[in-house]
């Protein structure tokens, strides 16, 4: 069985995010020669690691840390074989090994990824959080400072991170709305309770419920009942498995690409561009709002908190308010997946596959406003094959869940493949738009696992070995 | 649609000869595939497949220790084709030819793919009975074909002509399609 | 695809032909109507198996086995998840005579049960592999339309035949 969550024992950022506050970020990816180094460098952060425990009005902290660790990165601490060979398959191969299945292929193969993601060399992430550049800079210096005081210990790259002006991403969508809603975890306040929010799991007669804290936090029950407790319970136990996710955009193509298809279909670019997503560029879902008159300039603000509480059975089957193909549905079909209408329970199929998304834009150098930008994804799950991989691979990269064939999603078209999206339009003609190649390039992907507080004491203390 | 023959199945276990099993297995590896494959040129087959039966496949925690080991290795075939199956056991050695010794030449009175009667005969002793069978289509292969390159030119005609008029429309249409048959 | 052979318990294999004929008789009944990611499924219960002389050996097959091969287009987690939410009860009836059967209240144990007993292929052959059941039903949809839209486009006016065809792509746009 599994046991009552221990907030203290979780790291930070997780079931709850640190929030807009907490705007600027750095990750350093650092590669260890020795176990001694590796195990010295966690002595070194673990008690500085934030946890998951809710701060007080008065004492917010500065900044805040996270640690990752990547399947080499156990293997460095010197984790023994029997524990190894017992993580999942898709941890302990990496996506490199994974990658054509993800779609990296073409410009996101591996062998183009920035160095040193997915080769195999990062062994630790550090993750600084800030609310200001200034504070960011100090923290990113003393962690410098400290790892380059261990022996056998580098920092093999960084990655810097800002959020944009009113939520937006590189597309100038407004992002990051929909995030679960975990059994037994309280919502920061000001977001609508659990059977309201629409963001749980969609039950009959319109009403939700939170999703199990299992599929989130190893060692607790998840959607199927189970506990999971792979490869050692101690090890895994309050600890979550990490997708990070360097992604370039190309912002320029995107938009000659809304314009050519706004010229194709006779629709607005903004109608163009929220069928492609799901929501309109300022995070009104489409299932809520399908049309605008005049939708204006839709970047200058962003919703605070859309009305998440939708779902798209039984009056939008056929996709005509919200696209069967669009990026949200995809990502998250909610109650949609109910094989024509025999199943009443269609949340079912959906609950077992959610991810936790704390992504951020970033821009190469920070704030140049160069074309060399993009989103580092970051996103949290019990199982990466099960969530990530599903709806990556199978539900965004594909069609055929949805009926669609070998669609993709039209943000993660690739060259040498093609695919459509189709609008159903009031007047019965369908409007298509095709699916533009390598509008989102992957950089590199590395999985890790986010251990609790307890496991990360003992890894730094040499157990498990 | 079909009008002549329901997608079935065929089922074969044929007993693999005493000490030839690692030749069998060698057998199935070097058999091509892909677009290579001799089924191929085996009318109206959908899916064909070979798997080796050993031991004790079904043992899982629950199954009693009486439960007994297969004492032989067994080849099970199986094969989902439009056509009875006696014309699909004819298509099977007339299309694999020569593979289909290289593998059931391995077992046990297998009399050879040149012998049309033994084999015939052969593959309908071995059939195993199909107590369900459920199919998704009933439709054959070529018309699968047809149908999938058919999707195909819709698709990419429906996003040609979305925009247009009702003249351009149909001129678009009959230009794509106008000399296919009804 | 997937082979597996599973050992029946005492009776049962008499129990499972009576069901498979009434199914055959009742198709809904055991059928996988709502599954959209199976091409072909067959179910065979041995109490023999066929006989070809020595060097064969008779084997001794006691209370029967269970013979299930499917061929199916999805990958194998929400395969067995569809199995478990959309014809759990059919899957039960069939599965419940064999040993070790978990029952479907959990995917997890479910897909562990099939995967212990799945017999990797020795050889696989498809006549069309890039296309998934989806697809095929959506292609042979297509297809049926498609005579008659061609048919209109000869003998109706452009009027008429954009009416027909905005009505072919309302209800087909999701097949293409």
């Known amino acids: 069985m599994g046991t009552a969550l221990d907030l203290a024992d979780v790291q930070g950022n997780i079931l709850n995010s640190y929030g807009s506050g907490f705007g600027h970020c750095v990750h350093l990816l650092l590669h260890a020669d020795t176990p001694q180094a590796a195990r010295q460098c966690l002595r070194q952060v673990e008690g500085r690691v934030t946890r998951a425990v809710r701060w007080s009005r008065t004492h917010r902290p500065r900044t805040t840390l996270n640690v990752g660790i990547t399947y080499s990165g156990f293997e460095r601490l010197g984790l023994r074989r029997s524990l190894l060979d017992r993580f999942p398959e898709a941890f302990r191969q990496g996506p490199s090994k994974r990658a054509a299945a993800l779609g990296d292929t073409g410009l996101s193969s591996p062998a183009r990824w920035e160095e040193p993601l997915g080769a195999g060399r990062v062994h630790l992430l550090l993750t600084v959080c800030a609310q200001t550049t200034d504070d960011l800079s100090d923290a990113r210096q003393r962690l410098r400072e400290e790892v380059g005081a261990i022996d056998g210990l580098t920092v093999d790259a960084e990655q810097e991170t800002h959020e944009l002006q009113h939520r937006r991403e590189h597309f100038g969508f407004a992002d990051g709305f929909s995030q679960p809603e975990i059994e037994g975890v309280d919502r920061p306040s000001g977001h609508r309770p659990a059977f309201d929010s629409g963001v749980g799991v969609p039950l009959p007669r319109g009403r939700w419920r939170p999703i199990k804290l299992g599929e989130f936090l190893l060692g607790h029950p998840d959607e199927d009942g189970q506990v999971e407790h792979e490869p050692d319970p101690d090890l895994v136990r309050n600890g979550t498995y990490v997708v990070y996710r360097k992604l370039r955009q190309d912002v320029l193509r995107f938009e000659e690409s809304l314009t050519a298809a706004a010229d194709r279909t006779g629709l607005s670019r903004e109608l163009v561009a929220a069928k492609i997503m799901g929501r309109w560029r300022d995070g009104t879902p489409l299932a809520t709002e399908a049309r605008r008159g005049d939708p204006g300039d839709l970047t200058e603000y962003a919703i605070e908190q859309p009305a998440n509480d939708f779902r798209y059975l039984p009056d939008d089957r056929d996709g005509h308010t919200c696209p069967v193909g669009a990026h949200i549905r995809r990502a998250n079909p909610r109650d949609a997946l109910d094989f024509g209408g025999t199943l009443t329970d269609s949340g079912a199929l959906t609950a077992r596959h959610r991810i936790i998304r704390r992504g951020m834009p970033y821009e190469e150098p920070p704030g140049s406003g160069s074309d060399d930008r993009g989103l580092l994804f970051v996103c949290y799950q019990a199982d990466i094959a099960r969530q990530y991989e599903t709806v990556q691979q199978d539900w965004c990269n594909d069609g055929d869940t949805f009926g669609l064939g070998d669609d993709p999603d039209y943000l993660f078209g690739r060259t040498g493949s093609s695919g459509k999206l189709a609008i159903p339009m009031p007047d019965g003609r369908p409007r298509f738009v095709e699916v533009p190649a390598d509008l989102v390039v992957t950089r590199g992907t590395e999985y890790l696992f986010a251990p609790g507080m307890a496991a990360l004491r003992k890894l730094a203390q040499e157990a498990f070995g | 649609m079909n009008h002549t023959w329901l997608t079935a199945p065929l089922t074969v276990l044929t007993p693999v000869c005493p000490g030839e099993e690692d030749a069998l297995a060698d057998s199935l590896k070097q058999l091509p595939q892909g677009a290579d494959s001799p089924f191929r040129r085996v009318a109206e087959t959908h899916f064909a497949r070979w798997v080796v039966l050993c031991g004790s496949p079904w043992r899982v925690p629950g199954v009693p220790r009486r439960s007994r080991p297969l004492r032989m290795q067994y080849l099970l075939f199986t094969s989902t084709a439009n056509c009875p199956p006696e014309q699909h056991v004819e298509d099977l050695r007339t299309g694999l030819h020569g593979h289909a010794d290289a593998v059931w030449g391995h077992c046990v009175g297998y009399p050879g793919h040149d012998r049309a009667a033994e084999f015939r005969r052969y593959l309908l002793h071995n059939r195993l009975p199909i107590d369900r069978w459920s199919p998704a289509y009933d439709a054959t292969v070529q018309e699968v074909h047809h149908a999938l390159a058919l999707r195909h030119r819709h698709a990419d005609l429906a996003v040609r002509t979305q925009t247009g008029d009702d003249l351009g429309l149909r001129d678009a249409f009959l230009t794509e399609f106008g000399r296919d048959g009804t | ?176």
């Not at chain 3, 067959?42 to 006989?51: D, E, F, G, K, M």
């Not at chain 3, 990958?75 to 039960?92: D, I, L, M, N, Q």
């Not at chain 3, 005579?97 to 990797?120: D, N, W």
């Open chain 3, 1 to 176: 695809m997937i082979t597996v052979l599973t050992a029946l318990k005492p009776l049962d294999a008499l129990r499972l032909r009576a069901l498979f004929a009434l199914t055959r008789r009742f198709p809904r009944l055991g059928g996988l109507g709502p599954l959209k990611s199976v091409y072909f499924t067959r179910w065979s219960v041995l109490t023999s198996l066929p006989y070809n002389g020595p060097p064969q050996v008779r084997e001794q097959l006691g209370h029967g086995r269970l013979l299930w091969e499917t061929v199916y287009s999805a990958p194998t987690e929400p395969y067995v998840e569809a199995f478990v939410h959309a014809v759990g009860s059919k899957v039960r009836r069939i599965w419940c005579r064999s040993y070790g059967f978990p029952g479907t209240g959990s995917v997890t144990a479910l897909a562990g049960y099939i995967g212990s007993l799945a017999i990797p292929g020795a050889y696989s052959w498809s006549a069309y592999p890039e296309a998934t059941v989806r697809t095929v039903l959506a292609a042979l949809d297509v297809a049926r339309e498609h005579r008659y839209l061609v048919q209109a486009a000869h003998t109706v006016s452009p009027e008429e035949f954009s009416v027909l065809y905005r009505g072919f792509l309302d209800r087909r746009k999701g097949d293409l």
